[in-house]
């Protein structure tokens, strides 16, 4: 009779993730900055009485609240140093401590969850030396969770310490940040990565690729968990062999060759090559999405080249091959050229991501960007013009920034949309910092100090300002102003401030709106610019091109937010 082992004594797979989680300081990865705090802390006797742990999914932080855990519970006294693994240290780490209670806040959210934490809190550690509390995603606790929260963690018993995790920082309350210690773990590069990876496939005996590593670390976007998952499966997927073709395959990326090839012809504005070539990666399990990422990626490492050459060239998780052709492209290529194609890239990934058909948005992105390979940049422009014929020549108004009608708009313009900046003689003064608060400006600066948006535009669009001294603001008002404004003005003036505010309105008199005199001046630009011969050279050499903006020559300043020119300055 043939028996049949049912299986009992085989022991059961643990995920790399798990089976190579850090159990010791030491073997924590990029977060070296947080391990000597520790260390510091520790050997002064000053442990905290909360401590907040905050980075990207899967960068350590429950594991590191074990960790810290486990070090303040050591039996020989509080360290980061520990050399021996006692049954406790074990508990600690696998979690099934009686004294080191662990609670997800995702799923107990509210405030009797937390109540019985409070209750729980005056009765001493069973075993060690602290009782402690590890709270994972305390950012999901409600508003009232955190107030039963506050008083318990501002002083706590003695033996009680607190360890918080969370991805979204922003969303715990600053009463509880306050109280606590916090620690930003690191997202980490992907050559540390990289590196860290080649070590795990050795010690499991598998024969991993350089650029298969180097592919999954960049995948994995700074999250060692998210990395080791990737190569779990990479295992899998290649029967103990890890190669670059594979993990290709499964991550849905092409070849980085095929990439820099796509890249090379639109760039050199062969768009029929181009989408030739993603249409040939798509059919080879390609995702639009994916391989246009890929495109950026390699117009920011290119960029980099031009910038940072020996710094951007020690990143080891870039191949030989896009180290050899990406110098060949930075020394060839413009920082125009690649900067408007990250811009057109950007923009183009929302419309792959969102549309119905991602290789069709995909194809309508290659040729616009192949389009714009051909557009010189505007200092080469503006020298052309200069060297033609010369004409009888006004006085230069402010430079003209140009696009083709085809060419990509910015996503809050229409296609005829025209942007100008008015000189800086005709803006208002400057505004600056200053609390003695004597001009309108100082009043629009407040506003938007205080990120009020509405009270800004309210007072740019709907206040004649008169006069404005410390405690009272004299104006009138536009016909279409809502009844209550000045009441509004008074009230908010006060609360930012401090110091009551007298708001009087005349019936009368006041300059014109801030608005209104910033869409004066615009136009004013635009039928200058209009009117010069270089520009009209311009506007000649391009059919359909439009006037995007004016600005002032020899100042970086910004559009204004304002609404389009009238008809006439179009």
């Not at 009782?131 to 994972?136: A, E, G, R, S, T």
């Not at 811009?343 to 616009?368: D, Q, T």
Request: hydrophobic share 40%; with cysteine; net charge neutral.
């Amino acid at each position: 009779m043939t028996e049949i082992s049912s299986g009992a004594n085989v022991p059961g797979y643990r995920v790399l993730a798990r089976k190579y989680r850090p159990r010791t300081f030491p073997d924590l990865i990029g977060q070296e900055a947080m391990v000597r705090t520790l260390t510091n802390a520790f050997s002064l006797g000053r442990i905290a009485q909360g401590f907040m742990l905050t980075g990207v999914r899967g960068i350590g932080k429950t594991t590191t609240a074990r960790l810290i855990a486990r070090a303040i519970n050591y039996p020989s006294r509080p360290t980061v140093d520990m050399p021996e693994m006692t049954p406790q240290c074990e508990a600690i780490l696998e979690s099934r401590h009686m004294d080191v209670i662990e609670m997800d806040a995702a799923s107990n959210t509210g405030v009797d969850d937390v109540r019985e934490i409070i209750d729980s809190v005056r009765y001493a550690p069973i075993e060690l030396r602290y009782k402690v509390y590890i709270i994972d995603e305390v950012h999901m606790l409600s508003k009232n969770a955190f107030n039963a929260l506050l008083k318990t963690l501002e002083e706590p018993p003695p033996h009680v310490k607190f360890i918080f995790a969370t991805t979204e920082i922003n969303k715990v309350p600053v009463t509880i940040l306050s109280r606590c210690q916090r620690f930003d773990l690191k997202r980490l590069d992907a050559a540390v990565l990289a590196t860290h990876y080649a070590g795990i496939a050795e010690k499991e005996g598998v024969t991993a690729e350089p650029d298969a590593l180097a592919m999954i670390a960049r995948a994995a976007e700074g999250s060692v968990r998210d990395g080791l998952s990737l190569l779990d499966q990479a295992i899998a997927y290649g029967s103990d062999q890890v190669k670059a073709s594979d993990v290709a395959v499964m991550l849905g990326q092409m070849d980085r060759t095929r990439i820099i090839d796509l890249f090379d012809a639109v760039m050199a504005g062969d768009a029929a090559k181009a989408l030739a070539e993603i249409e040939d990666q798509y059919r080879n399990s390609g995702d639009p999405r994916t391989i246009l990422a890929d495109v950026a990626d390699y117009v920011h490492w290119v960029t980099r080249l031009k910038v940072v050459k020996g710094q951007a060239l020690s990143d080891t998780s870039r191949t030989e091959v896009e180290k050899t052709r990406g110098q060949d492209h930075a020394a060839r290529l413009g920082m125009a050229h690649l900067t408007r194609a990250w811009s057109m890239l950007l923009k183009g990934l929302r419309e792959v991501e969102y549309h119905s058909n991602p290789l069709m948005a995909a194809e309508m992105l290659l040729i616009r960007l192949a389009h714009a390979a051909d557009f010189p940049p505007a200092e080469e422009l503006v020298k052309s013009i200069k060297q033609s014929p010369p004409a009888e020549r006004l006085a230069p108004p402010p430079a003209a920034q140009l696009l083709k009608r085809d060419d990509p708009m910015p996503p809050t313009q229409g296609p005829l949309a025209v942007k100008s900046v008015p000189s800086p003689s005709a803006l208002p003064p400057v505004i600056t910092e200053t609390r003695a608060f004597s001009s309108f400006t100082d009043l629009l600066a407040l506003a938007g100090e205080k990120r009020d948006i509405k009270l800004k535009s309210d007072l740019e669009r709907l206040v004649r300002p008169i006069r404005v001294s410390p405690g009272q603001f004299e104006m009138s008002l536009e016909p279409s102003a809502p009844p209550g404004l000045a009441n509004e003005i008074s009230r908010k003036l006060e609360a930012f401030t401090g110091m009551r505010w007298m708001v009087l309105v005349a019936k009368e008199g006041g300059d014109l709106p801030v608005a209104a005199r910033q869409r004066e001046t615009r136009d004013s630009l635009f039928r200058m610019a209009r009117e010069n011969p270089d520009v009209q050279e311009a506007l000649k050499r391009f059919p359909g091109a439009e006037i995007l903006n004016v600005r002032a020559p020899d100042k970086s300043l910004e559009p204004l937010n304002m609404s389009e020119p009238d008809e006439e300055s179009r």
